[in-house]
């Protein structure tokens, strides 16, 4: 029981988020993180390698593998028409079932995740300068819920309004193991990620340094 006095077991004051928002920390069992990043290393050397996406010409300064279907500013593709042209890895089926019971964890409702079948993941690698600017997902044509899983170092989430990119917004540390989903009237919410805190990954979660996001999505893309 080496985590029995880890930071995971100090209640993390979660702040105020609007409806529809929901975060639960400490969701990822330090076994299940340290899965994830053993599948990450795979996703990595699969047919598409992780790469900084392109916004107007510039390099984001994430590196992003995609599942299911392959995303590049603005657009869904089967093949990583800005990458090498290949085919993304499958949309794995351990991962529809793990967006299911995020939703349920997250709503508290049984059925939450009756619905939800997600076939696209953005897998995200933060090193210790990277950011997110503030953003919408909206290359998606459903409305379902987002779900977001952190592991590795803890970063600052910045959470917003569906209006503006600007305030109000609430600052929140998403740190190894989180899960957070937004839906419903959140969905649409502007966000981003201000910083990453270096050196604030727990040892066992698999990844010295940095910081994996995977946010599942359901594209609401038919076909092939
Ligand atoms: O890294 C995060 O927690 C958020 C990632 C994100 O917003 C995205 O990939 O669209
Ligand atoms: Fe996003």
């Known amino acids: 029981m080496a985590t029995l006095f880890g930071d995971d077991m100090i209640e993390r004051q979660i702040p105020e988020l609007p409806p529809g928002a929901h975060c639960v920390p400490g969701w990822l069992t330090l076994a299940q993180q340290r899965w994830i990043v053993a599948r990450f290393g795979e996703w990595v050397r699969g047919p598409v390698p992780i790469r900084a996406a392109k916004v107007r010409g510039h390099e984001m300064s994430v590196r992003t593998v995609c599942l299911g279907w392959h995303w590049r500013p603005y657009e869904y593709t089967r093949e990583a028409v800005d990458v090498n042209g290949n085919r993304v890895l499958e949309f794995p089926d351990w991962m529809v079932r793990l967006g299911r019971r995020a939703l349920v964890a ?119």
Not at 210 to 223: P, Q, Y
């Open 106 to 224: 997250a709503t508290g409702d049984p059925r939450a995740g009756d619905a939800y079948t997600a076939d696209t993941a953005l897998v995200n690698l933060y090193d210790d300068a990277a950011r997110m600017g503030m953003h919408q997902d909206r290359d998606e044509r459903s409305s379902a819920p987002v779900v977001s899983l952190s592991i590795g170092d803890t970063c600052t989430f910045r959470f917003g309004n569906t209006e503006t990119r600007n305030r109000p917004y609430t600052d929140l540390a998403l740190a190894s193991g989180d899960l957070f989903v937004f839906g419903g009237a959140a969905r649409f919410a502007y966000h981003g990620i201000t910083r990453v805190h270096p050196g604030t990954a727990p040892a066992e979660c698999g990844l010295e340094a940095g910081r994996i996001n995977i946010t599942m999505r359901e594209t609401g893309l038919a076909g092939e």
